[in-house]
Each structure stands twice: as structure tokens, then as C-alpha cells.
């Protein structure tokens, strides 16, 4: 397992060189007191900064540092703790992001990188695996509702200890970056207080079934029930059995504060298809259809995916879209929607800089 970290330069080191009339940097004043401060889910605010956590987990610790940091989480601690087992289909990458005074956590799953064989395996390997998640006995609970996706589910078990034990240090008041082995850093300001949960593709999916551990396994919650505010996800296929999902959405928290987001056609929220078993979403469901403008489509969410000639139709409306006379055609699918810039344009408020300091421009309809 790798498990290293970085600490966000001054915020001085991520301005321009030259003078610009972009507005400078950071995006949001004061973010971790705003982050603190949200009451009721989903924000914009709170949207906007977890759909950078979630694209830049693409990258490294010392990347996601410096576009938390730009964004308003100056001074951040950054860990990544990261499992590649090839053979068993497991890549899984976390990102703990966690303000300078403490007090807030952003937990960032790295998601499905188009060129990564393996991750693409994991994505692949659909057959459900029964899990015992403690779910209250009720109707929704059936003998069903604990079938999860098994590569989805494999890899966040694979990183789980080592982030919730970081998890557990910020609860101390202590750094993430901070262990057993080596010298103690300097303690924070104070206890961690705020926890967020998000990702994007495949790291939307094990963002969404964290948070169901940490909602209904009893240890988890005795932790973190007071400072788990929601999850975000961006682009994220479903996890598990229709059972699973009335179950979770049975859990009053589960069923209000995991924000599910749509972009346009994006083929990844209708994934698996019915050809390999029958799964379905939970959660609050958001779905952006032109431009930027989000809507609830909580009661009417994202179906699954019939049969796999919808896997064929999307990488051809790929190619459609790449040529002016083609982008017409009334494919059902899209893999071009799934890119996670198309997630964080989409949800970067208007007049407000992005995570590189410019003007947002609105995206065209």
C-alpha cells in the first residue's frame, strides 16, 4: 500500500507570474468556515469545490493540494493512500484533504482513467457480491438488498482502514499526514468537524458506498454521525441491487445528503447493464441537460441501461461529437458527457473565478 502526503504552499505560489485582469486567487474566501457552515445539502459552494476534489484526483497529492488551495483551502494537509493488487482487479486511490485549522475533511475517491486497463476491469467485473451492511429489518430491506457491485465494492474495502484511520486522527485534532512511525507533526488548530465525501465515475461509486458504511455500520457511526455532512458524486454508475438502493434510501440520511450528478448524455450513470444483472441508484439525483443549469430529477432518475449495444453507441457518439456536421445525431449515450471538466465547468457558479483564477464563462447550450 502507498501512503504519502504534501502540504499546500503558500497560496502565493499558485498566482500568476505576470499581472492579469483575472480575478485572483482564492476562489472562495474562508472556505473551510463555509464548508463548516452549510446546513442543508446540496450547496453550490459545497458542489463546486468537491467537483474539483473529484477531478484532480486524477492526479497526485501535490496537484490536489494546490487546486484545494487555490480554491479557498489554504495551507491543506493532502494525503493519498493508494492499493494496486492487478490481479484482483483492485487500483483504488483515496484522497484526504483536510483544512488548515482542522476542521474540515474532504475525502476524494480517484475514479476510472480511460487508459487504465485494470480500472476498466474493475468496472467490468459486475457480478454482485453479498454483503452483510447492517440495514434496519424492514420491507426494503429483502434478501437482495445487500448485492453490491463486486469490483466497485472490493476496492473500497482495499483502502478502507488506512482512511479511516486517518479519519480518526483528524478526529484527535491531529494532521492526516500524521503516524505512528515517524516524528508527530504539530497539532491542529482543533478536531476535525466537517467530513465530505466525493468522487467521480468509479471513485462516485465508492464515495456512494463509504457512505453507507460509515451510515449504517455501528462503529462508523459512533465516529462519524456528528461531522458526516453528505456525498457528492459526479458521473458515478449505480452500486447495487434495487433492494440495496430501497434500503439505503430507507436511511434517512443516506436518501438526502448522497447528491448524485448528472452531466447531459454521460453514459457512465446508466451503468451496469441489464445484460449483467439488475442494479439501481439511491440518493438525490441532479441532472444537467443544457448549459449549466442543474435540475432535481430525484423522481425521475437515471434508468439502467437496457442491453451492452448501448457500451457501442456511446464511444460513437464520442466520435460524432468530434466533427461539427455528425454532432446531431440523436445518440441515446455520450462518453464525452462523462469528462470531469464538463462536471466542474457545469458547476462553477456564474461570475465566479474557476480553479485556475479565470472569469467562468458559461458553457454553451
Not at 140 to 162: E, L, M, P, S
Not at 233 to 251: D, E, I, K, L, Q
Not at 264 to 293: I, M, Q, W
Amino acid at each position: 500500500m502507498l501512503i504519502e502526503g504534501s502540504i499546500a504552499q503558500p497560496l502565493s505560489a499558485y498566482r500568476p507570474v505576470k499581472p492579469t485582469s483575472s480575478p485572483t486567487f482564492p476562489v472562495y474566501h474562508d472556505l473551510g468556515a463555509t464548508l463548516a457552515g452549510v446546513g442543508q445539502q446540496p450547496d453550490p459552494t459545497v458542489a463546486h469545490t468537491l467537483a474539483v476534489a473529484a477531478g484532480y484526483a486524477y492526479s497526485d497529492a501535490e496537484t490536489v493540494a494546490m487546486m484545494l488551495a487555490r480554491m479557498g483551502l489554504v495551507d491543506n494537509h493532502c494525503l493519498r493512500v493508494e492499493m494496486s493488487v492487478d490481479a484482483m482487479f483492485i487500483r483504488s486511490t483515496a484522497f484526504l484533504i483536510q483544512s488548515r485549522d482542522g476542521s474540515v475533511v474532504i475525502l476524494a475517491y480517484r475514479g476510472t482513467t480511460p487508459t487504465d486497463l485494470v480500472n476498466w476491469l474493475i468496472d467490468a467485473d459486475v457480478h454482485p457480491d453479498r454483503i452483510a451492511f447492517p440495514f434496519p429489518k424492514t420491507e426494503a430491506a429483502d434478501a437482495d438488498a445487500h448485492a453490491v457491485h463486486a469490483g466497485f465494492y472490493r476496492n473500497v474495502r482495499a483502502t478502507r482502514f488506512a482512511v479511516v484511520a486517518a479519519l480518526q486522527r483528524a478526529l484527535e485534532g491531529r494532521s492526516v499526514l500524521d503516524d505512528d512511525e515517524g516524528a508527530p507533526m504539530e497539532p491542529m488548530a482543533g478536531p476535525m468537524t466537517t467530513l465530505y465525501l466525493t468522487g467521480h465515475s468509479l471513485g462516485g461509486a465508492m464515495a456512494a458506498l463509504m457512505a453507507v458504511m460509515l451510515s449504517v455500520e455501528k462503529e462508523y457511526i459512533e465516529l462519524f454521525e456528528p461531522v458526516f455532512k453528505g456525498a457528492y458524486t459526479f458521473g458515478a454508475p449505480m452500486v447495487g441491487s434495487p433492494g440495496f438502493a430501497a434500503a439505503c434510501t430507507a436511511n434517512e440520511f443516506l436518501d438526502r445528503n448522497v447528491l448524485r450528478y448528472v452531466y447531459r448524455k454521460d453514459v457512465v450513470p446508466h451503468l451496469p447493464p441489464t445484460d449483467s444483472d439488475h442494479f439501481a441508484h439511491f440518493g438525490r439525483e441532479y441532472r444537467c441537460d443544457r448549459g449549466d443549469a442543474w435540475r432535481d430529477t430525484s423522481d425521475e432518475p437515471i434508468t439502467q441501461m437496457g442491453d451492452v449495444l448501448g457500451l457501442i453507441e456511446a464511444p460513437l457518439g464520442f466520435v460524432a461529437s468530434r466533427f461539427r456536421l455528425l454532432r446531431g445525431l440523436p445518440f441515446r449515450y455520450s462518453l464525452d458527457d462523462h469528462g470531469p471538466q464538463h462536471y466542474i465547468s457545469a458547476l462553477t457558479p456564474r461570475w465566479t473565478p474557476n480553479e485556475f483564477g479565470d472569469a467562468h464563462l458559461i458553457p454553451a447550450t
